[in-house]
């Protein structure tokens, strides 16, 4: 089956730490987006990417960081900078008609 | 610049009653649409779409949406509420280019009283 996952879908981490977020595509987009969700808040866009080898930063982008070395993975790196990283985090990639297809998401918990 | 509304942070209905999930965007240019549904420590799902189509859209579920240019709406219907469609609703809209990015709405949660 095509879709997107995400491991692990729960993250325990403490303060000060790196953390990477794993997210993988089989479904041959070019394009792939993170998001952080916290309630109320809807969803806010940290990164995408529209081709290998490039992203941009959303509009949540200060103390994260991620890379894109291949078309399927777009891994997500929380690092010790994210002054609130609690939060759910999701990973999405878009179709041909502008729609975007969602992991299960990962929920990560710093203490 | 484009933007979304979705009237009313949380709505409650009966089982069997309609569901009305309002949503207005601002766009120059003709939009694609879109609603999705989130249940709870999911992911997004993708409802229906409009892409310039036909302006009644049906998606899963029993959901469909009327792309309404007039009033700038997308409302998305359902004639009679299940239990099983508690969730979160979300809708979203975006343009062709637009860096594909989307821009969302924040989400109406949905309670369906017994």
């Known amino acids: 089956d095509g879709g997107i996952t995400q491991s692990p879908k729960y993250l325990f981490r403490k303060e000060g730490q790196n953390v990477t977020l794993s997210c993988e595509q089989n479904l041959n987009h070019d394009a792939m987006y993170w998001y952080r969700q916290d309630p109320g808040q809807g969803l806010r866009l940290i990164y995408y990417s529209q081709i290998v080898n490039d992203f941009q930063k959303g509009d949540i982008a200060e103390g994260y960081s991620v890379s894109r070395e291949k078309k399927e993975s777009f891994p997500l790196t929380v690092t010790s900078a994210q002054k609130n990283p609690t939060a759910f985090y999701l990973c999405a990639s878009m179709g041909s008609s502008y729609e975007q297809y969602f992991g299960p998401g990962t929920r990560l918990t710093v203490t | 610049a484009q933007s979304v509304t979705q009237l009313g942070s949380h709505v409650s209905v009966s089982e069997g009653a309609l569901v009305l999930l309002r949503c207005n965007y601002s766009s120059s240019v003709p939009p694609y649409l879109f609603w999705y549904v989130q249940y709870p420590n999911q992911g997004l799902q993708l409802l229906l779409k409009?892409?310039?189509?036909a302006t009644l859209v049906k998606g899963i579920n029993g959901f469909e949406a009327e792309f309404k240019k007039s009033e700038t709406s997308f409302h998305l219907t359902k004639p009679s509420a299940h239990m099983s469609d508690a969730a979160e609703y979300f809708c979203?809209?975006?343009?062709?280019?637009?860096?594909?990015?989307?821009?969302w709405g924040l989400g109406t949660s949905l309670a369906v009283n017994p």
């Open positions: 409009y892409t310039s189509a």
């Open positions: 979203a809209v975006t343009r062709a280019g637009n860096n594909r990015k989307l821009i």
